[in-house]
């Protein structure tokens, strides 16, 4: 039915009552908290109209147990009616409205009809439960018969009826659409205090069924409403452990089919919105309701139309959908996180970059450059995009680098690990790669990090003729030949195979380097590879004739990634 009482997404007790408070409305969705009001609704025309504000009332205060159950049930009821009403029509718009309330509170004639019916069934229902039961026990269970027995009886009898009076109010056109905005927050795993409620009031009427006093007017009134209050407390404190334990979570299931509608995408998508603008309020102070022109649209709404392309794809990472709104609105994702708004022209610039990373493209290659080792570079189809695991083999081989240190870059590629190292040791760099097009890359990225490096085009070590270095640092071609096929399409497709392609094993670059390279280090001079998975020990193996002290080192995912040593002569 839905993925709120999976096992994997049970609630935290302890934020349950804290964060993420939201509420449906008929027409969107509400989250009041953190003394901010945000709701996202659809207008008659089905426009998507975000509100975020502040408001006076903090849900989230009340957290002192017993107390914070009086408050979630009164306070709780009160929003929720209120999200029956809610409906953010634009000011100009006067069509079917009957009159407006302050705080952008606006009543349909649909929505006064509702609530008619809501008082006219709450009026039936007091008939109904409070004499139909008792009458109905008495004639099940006579007076001679056990009196908790026939306070029980009456009991069950109740909630049966109230029951069948949601069962039927369920099927209302007004609260269809309720539900399935309630039922939209139920699958994003928001914390659901409708449920709550709907669970509450049940636990309520059956308790002072069963422990309710019969005896003159005032003190009927005054116990029956004691253990009104007792049970709305008990049943938040029950309701919290219920949806956080496995077994007991299922107990609430009957009272989840009441209020569960399946969502379509639009409800879905306000649910998403409004969360986003939450996670964002919740990095920010002052964000208040500026919606700009009407050339603008929220920023929420298109992170979450960009996200659902990405999803939809299987290729959704938020560092990749940060990037591309980082790039498109020319700002940084601390900068990102106070977004209002963005314009329809940015709008279609995201959603056209998000549509090519959901084809495999990587972002850097869509923008055609790429962040590493603190610096920015210049990437197209000719070069490899670097990647944070090479920025291992700069770090340990910065260790070991001097100003007056030589050093060899083989297969340069975009440049990225000889123009960090010029640049963060001012050691004398020659890169070499066999790629024409790959040394114009690598030449720019090293202009445009104000770094001097020798370029110098060759196959490995064949045009440097007499040259010597004290440090070689290379990452080489590593992918075994036939796996080419099976890697993803952002390095199959859009990396050049001249950079991926290591021969049968994947070796073949390691095996003519670590031959070749002892002829061109000087004495005590070091090697740094940057290797494949499960290809440390076998390059290990290879260094093992000419070099000493070799040494693996681990990436920052625990994956053997860079094997160094030192020459043997």
Not at 2 to 25: A, E, Q
Not at 87 to 98: I, L
Not at 389 to 412: F, G, P, Q, Y
Request: proline share 2%.
């Amino acid at each position: 039915m839905c993925n709120y009482y999976s096992h994997n997404n049970t609630i935290n007790v302890n934020n349950w009552y804290m964060v993420n408070l939201f509420f449906p409305c008929v027409f969107g969705v509400c989250y009041y908290g953190n003394n901010r009001k945000i709701s996202c609704v659809f207008n008659k025309n089905g426009k998507l109209l975000l509100n975020n504000q502040r408001c006076k009332i903090n849900i989230n205060q009340y957290k002192i147990p017993i107390i914070r159950g009086f408050f979630y049930f009164f306070c709780g009821f009160y929003y929720v009616f209120c999200g029956i009403f809610e409906r953010n029509e634009n000011k100009s718009q006067k069509s079917n409205m009957v009159f407006n309330v302050k705080n952008g509170l606006n009543v349909s004639t649909e929505s006064v009809v509702s609530f008619v019916i809501i008082v006219v069934s709450t009026l039936l229902s007091v008939v109904l439960l409070g004499v139909v039961p008792l009458k109905i026990s008495y004639l099940i269970a006579p007076k001679v018969f056990n009196t908790f027995l026939r306070r029980l009886l009456s009991g069950v009898i109740k909630c049966t009826i109230l029951y069948i009076i949601f069962l039927a109010i369920k099927y209302l056109p007004t609260f269809s659409q309720y539900y399935k905005f309630n039922s939209a927050l139920i699958n994003e795993n928001r914390n659901n205090v409708f449920l709550y409620l709907i669970c509450s009031v049940f636990f309520c009427l059956f308790s002072t069924s069963l422990f309710g006093m019969a005896s003159n007017v005032w003190y009927f009134f005054i116990m029956n409403a004691f253990i009104f209050l007792v049970a709305v407390s008990t049943s938040y404190e029950l309701f919290c452990f219920a949806v956080n334990h496995r077994h007991v979570k299922y107990i609430i299931y009957p009272f989840l089919f009441l209020i569960y509608k399946k969502p379509s995408q639009i409800e879905t998508k306000c649910v998403k919105i409004v969360k986003n603008e939450f996670d964002i309020s919740s990095n920010k102070r002052d964000k208040l309701n500026d919606m700009g022109t009407e050339n603008n649209m929220s920023f929420s709404e298109a992170y979450i139309d960009a996200k659902q392309i990405l999803e939809n794809a299987n290729r959704f990472e938020k560092s990749d959908l940060d990037f591309i709104f980082c790039e498109v609105l020319g700002c940084n994702r601390a900068q990102l996180m106070l977004t209002k708004t963005i314009s329809k022209n940015q709008y279609n610039k995201v959603i056209k970059a998000t549509q090519r990373r959901a084809s495999g493209e990587p972002v850097t290659k869509i923008f055609n450059h790429a962040s590493f080792y603190g610096l920015d570079f210049y990437i197209n189809q000719n070069v490899l995009s670097p990647r944070m695991d090479t920025e291992r083999v700069v770090e340990v081989a910065l260790e070991h680098i001097n100003k007056k240190s030589k050093v060899l870059d083989l297969c340069t590629g975009s440049g990225a690990i000889a123009v960090s190292v010029a640049k963060n040791c001012g050691c004398k760099v020659i890169a070499t790669d066999v790629s024409d097009d790959a040394l114009v890359v690598a030449k720019q990225n090293a202009e445009k990090n104000g770094v001097k490096i020798n370029f110098k085009k060759s196959d490995l070590f064949s045009n440097l003729k007499r040259l010597k270095f004290d440090i070689i640092i290379s990452n080489p071609p590593y992918i075994p030949s036939g796996d080419i096929e099976k890697l993803d399409d952002e390095v199959r497709c859009f990396d050049p195979i001249i950079s991926l392609d290591g021969g049968i094993t994947g070796l073949d670059f390691y095996d003519k380097i670590i031959r070749e390279a002892p002829q061109k280090l000087y004495k005590n001079g070091m090697i740094f590879l940057e290797v494949g998975i499960n290809q440390a020990k076998d390059v290990k193996n290879l260094l093992q004739k000419n070099f000493k002290d070799i040494r693996i080192v681990k990436d920052y995912n625990k994956i053997d990634r860079v094997v160094y040593a030192t020459v043997n002569n």
